[in-house]
Every structure is written in structure tokens, then in C-alpha cells.
């Protein structure tokens, strides 16, 4: 069965200071990782998937097969990254995600 | 483009009564997908379906709980003779169907049952 690991239920961060937000996995076959965010008062949306490989507002994540994880990173975090950010993972090519329980990211002026 | 919208975004209801949530996709998407947010949780798959068809319903609760998505008109997520531990958030989220992972959610809509 698919399971997807956030350890960190709420995270703080200074403003300027790196980001990393956990994300490890367990599951057979070939998955696929994203991470969804959710600003307040907005709805969930998509914020990077790892077949991408691309960099959205700043942030990155790398697949590493061996630790089953999916980390996200940032740099330099911005007050604007203050969010709710969800891991997430699916079958290559199917669209039924499995989420994970989600980190609170609070940066800090 | 309007997006997913859910109605309605809260509902209140006690038990053994029935809750009926609605959820019409982004134009051109056919592909709709229920989640379940209980407190402190993630959001848990629920239900898969396209047109006038049920294609997962694996995370769908054996009782109580039915889908329909019919050719003309929303998404329905039915909830019969509810329950406390039915008090949660439920998201729609659609898609064009393309693989891609990308899904698009709604507000939410938020049940409590007395």
C-alpha cells in the first residue's frame, strides 16, 4: 500500500533562512511525487512534481529512491511562503493521489 | 474559468439524517475525485469517477456513502443517516484526464453532524 510520511506537523522558519520540508514514502512499482500547497484562504493547487524537475517560487525537491524521500527546499524562505504544504503520491500516469497529513510552514519576519 | 466549485461550502445535519454535497468540475475536465479531511488528517481518497461512471471507489466507507457524477449536472457525494464521525471536510477535485497528477480542487465543503 501506498503511504506517504510528513514528520513535521508545523515548521518555523526566519525570513532569509532555508526551508526544508520532509516527505518520505513507501510504496512498489513506479510512484510519482508531488507537493501541493495551500495558501490561507485559497484552495489546495499543485505546487511542483518531481518528473518536472522544474523550480516553482523559489522551491525544489529531489527524488531520492534510495531514502524514499521527497523533500522540499528553498533557499532563502519569504514571508509569502507561509502556508500549508501536502506530499503526495500516485501511480505513474494515474491521477488518485495519496496525500500526506500535511506541514504548517510558518517563516518568521 | 470559474474552477471546481462545491456547494454547499458548510452543511449541518444530525444524525440519521442525509447530507448531499455537490461538486461541478473546471470546464472541459471529466474526471472528478472525492477526498475526506477529518481533523488532524490528510486528505483521503475517497472516490474516482468520470461520466455516468464509478471507475475507484476503493476508499469509499462500505455503508452509507454513495457517489454519482451523471452526464448533465455535478458530482454528488451522498452521505446517508450520518454520524458524528461523519464531521469532516470534503474536497472535490477534477481533472482533463491527462495523467499528469495534476488535480484541481475546490473550497471544500464542510459537514457537521450534531
Known amino acids: 500500500a501506498q503511504r506517504v510520511t510528513q514528520p513535521e506537523k508545523l515548521l518555523s522558519v526566519f525570513k532569509g533562512a532555508p526551508v526544508e520540508l520532509k516527505c518520505n514514502y513507501s510504496?512498489?512499482?513506479?510512484?510519482?511525487l508531488f507537493w501541493y500547497v495551500q495558501y490561507s484562504r485559497q484552495r489546495l493547487q499543485l505546487l511542483l512534481r518531481?518528473?518536472s524537475r522544474e523550480s516553482i517560487k523559489g522551491f525544489t525537491a529531489d527524488l531520492n529512491k534510495g531514502e524514499t524521500s521527497f523533500h522540499l527546499k528553498k533557499p532563502f524562505a519569504q514571508e509569502e511562503d507561509s502556508a500549508m504544504y501536502y506530499c503526495a503520491i500516485s501511480n505513474f500516469g494515474n491521477e488518485k493521489l495519496t496525500f500526506g497529513t500535511g506541514t504548517r510552514l510558518t517563516i518568521i519576519p | 474559468n470559474a474552477g471546481v466549485m462545491q456547494n454547499p461550502r458548510h452543511l449541518v445535519r444530525r444524525r440519521g439524517q442525509e447530507a448531499r454535497l455537490r461538486c461541478s468540475p473546471m470546464k472541459g475536465h471529466s474526471h472528478v475525485y472525492w477526498y475526506r479531511q477529518l481533523p488532524e488528517e490528510g486528505l483521503k481518497f475517497m472516490v474516482y469517477?468520470?461520466?455516468?461512471?464509478?471507475?475507484?471507489e476503493s476508499g469509499m466507507p462500505k455503508e452509507r456513502f454513495s457517489a454519482e457524477f451523471p452526464k448533465e449536472g455535478p458530482s454528488i457525494l451522498r452521505i446517508q443517516q450520518v454520524v458524528r464521525g461523519d464531521s469532516a471536510a470534503y474536497f472535490c477535485a477534477s481533472s482533463p484526464g491527462k495523467g499528469t497528477g495534476e488535480l484541481f480542487f475546490g473550497e471544500g465543503s464542510r459537514l457537521t453532524v450534531l
Open positions: 469517477l468520470q461520466k455516468e461512471n464509478i471507475i475507484d
Open positions: 518531481h518528473i
Open positions: 510504496y512498489s512499482g513506479s510512484p510519482e
